[in-house]
C-alpha cells in the first residue's frame, strides 16, 4: 500500500510540475544519501552501483535545488541549533570503501566543493572480507547457467537481461535471511570464484584508505569487522565486530572513528539493542538504510535514516522525489488513510 501511494505522488509531482511545492510542504531539513560504488562501466557491472553519470546528476540537483552540501558532523550541529532560515543541509556518505571512491568519485566531489563520509569494515582493506555480494555478480557474470544449490534453483542466465533476474532473485533471497550469505561458499568454489581477488579488485587497501582519509573533504566511519548483518549475532558477538572495526580504522588512521553505518541497515540486521551496542562500543552516530528526512531538534544519533540512489532508469527521478518529501508525503497520506479507515 505504502509503495503504491509513495509512487502515484511520485509520478504525479513530476508530470504535474508541483515538485517545488512538494519540497516546501515535505521535505525534511537534512538528508543523508547513500551510495556504494560508482562505476565508470555500469552494464558491465551488471547495473548494480551508480553510473558516473548518475552521480554527477544527484549532486547537482541538490546544488541547484540549494541543497548545502556538509559532513555529517556539520549537519547534526546545525540542527541541533534549530536556527531560523537556515538551508537544507545533504550529506553525502558511500558504504564499504570502494575504490572507485578515490579513481572515480572523489574528483566529482571536488568539483561540487562536497564533503562526503566513507563508512568501512576492517576486512575490505585487510582483504578478509567475504563480499557475497560481489561473488554473485562475478558468478553471473561469468556463466551463463548458474546453480545456486542452497536455494534449489538454477537460471539460464546467457544474455544480459538473464543475468540480472538471477542476480537480483539471489540477492533478494539472501536479503531475507542474512545468514544464508554463508551457505553461498561452496557456490563460489565450484565456479571458481575467489573473493579474496574480489577484495584486492574493489576495495581501498590500507595505504589507500590512509591517503583518503587525509582528504579534507573526507571523514571516515565503521561498518563492523566483517558486514555482519548484527542482528543476527549474540550480543558479545555484534558489540566486538563493533569495537574491533572502531579500534582498527582508529590505530590505521591515526585519528578518532565516532560515526557508523550498520551493515544493510533494514530493520532485520539492526534494532534497538545494536543502537545501544553502538553506543557502548564508543560510536555517537549510525546510520541505518530506513528511508527518511531529519529535522530540526532532538535526533535519534544511533539510528538515523538514509536515502539510497537506485540503479534503475528512474533513478534520478526517484532521488529528486525522495529528497523532495514524496516520501514523507507518502506516509501521511498512508497514515490519513488509515485514520479514516478506523475511524
Not at 147 to 175: E, N, Q, R, Y
Request: hydrophobic fraction near 40%; charge should be positive; include cysteine.
Amino acid at each position: 500500500m505504502r509503495e503504491v501511494l509513495v509512487n502515484s505522488i511520485l509520478y504525479g509531482t513530476q508530470w504535474t510540475g508541483l515538485m517545488p511545492i512538494f519540497r516546501r510542504l515535505f521535505a525534511g531539513r537534512a538528508v543523508i544519501v547513500t551510495f556504494h560504488e560508482i562505476q565508470r562501466d555500469f552494464q558491465h557491472e551488471l547495473m548494480t552501483g551508480t553510473s558516473v553519470e548518475l552521480f554527477q546528476q544527484c549532486l547537482s540537483l541538490l546544488q541547484r535545488q540549494g541543497w548545502k552540501i556538509v559532513s555529517l558532523d556539520e549537519c547534526l550541529r546545525a540542527l541541533s541549533q534549530n536556527e531560523a532560515n537556515a538551508p537544507r543541509y545533504a550529506v553525502i556518505t558511500f558504504d564499504d570503501g570502494y575504490r572507485d571512491i578515490s579513481s572515480v568519485a572523489l574528483p566529482l566531489l571536488e568539483q561540487n566543493r562536497a564533503p562526503f563520509m566513507v563508512y568501512v569494515p576492517t576486512g575490505a582493506p585487510t582483504r578478509s572480507l567475504k563480499p557475497w555480494w560481489l561473488g554473485l555478480r562475478e558468478l553471473f557474470r561469468r556463466a551463463d547457467h548458474v546453480t545456486i544449490d542452497p536455494m534449489g534453483v538454477k537460471f539460464d542466465c546467457s544474455d544480459f537481461f538473464g543475468k540480472k533476474v538471477g542476480l537480483k532473485a539471489v540477492t533478494k533471497w539472501v536479503h531475507e535471511d542474512y545468514r544464508r550469505a554463508a551457505s553461498l561458499d561452496r557456490t563460489f568454489q565450484n565456479y571458481g570464484i575467489s573473493l579474496s581477488a574480489l577484495n584486492a579488485a574493489y576495495f581501498l587497501d590500507e595505504r589507500e584508505l590512509q591517503a583518503l582519509s587525509r582528504h579534507p573533504l573526507a571523514s571516515i566511519g565503521g561498518h563492523t569487522t566483517s558486514h555482519a548483518a548484527l542482528a543476527t549475532l549474540d550480543p558479545s558477538s555484534a558489540r566486538a565486530e563493533l569495537e574491533d572495526n572502531r579500534k582498527y580504522l582508529e590505530t590505521l588512521l591515526e585519528r578518532p572513528v565516532r560515526d557508523l553505518a550498520y551493515p544493510y541497515g533494514t530493520p532485520g540486521a539492526c534494532g534497538p539493542r545494536e543502537e545501544y551496542l553502538a553506543g557502548q562500543a564508543g560510536f555517537s552516530t549510525a546510520v541505518t538504510t530506513r528511508k527518511g528526512c531529519l529535522a530540526d531538534g532532538n535526533l535519534n544519533r544511533l539510528a538515523l535514516p538514509r536515502f539510497g540512489v537506485g540503479c534503475h532508469l528512474d533513478a534520478l527521478m526517484s532521488f529528486e522525489a525522495n529528497v523532495g518529501g514524496v516520501y514523507a508525503a507518502g506516509q501521511a497520506l498512508k497514515g490519513a488513510v488509515s485514520l479514516r479507515h478506523r475511524s
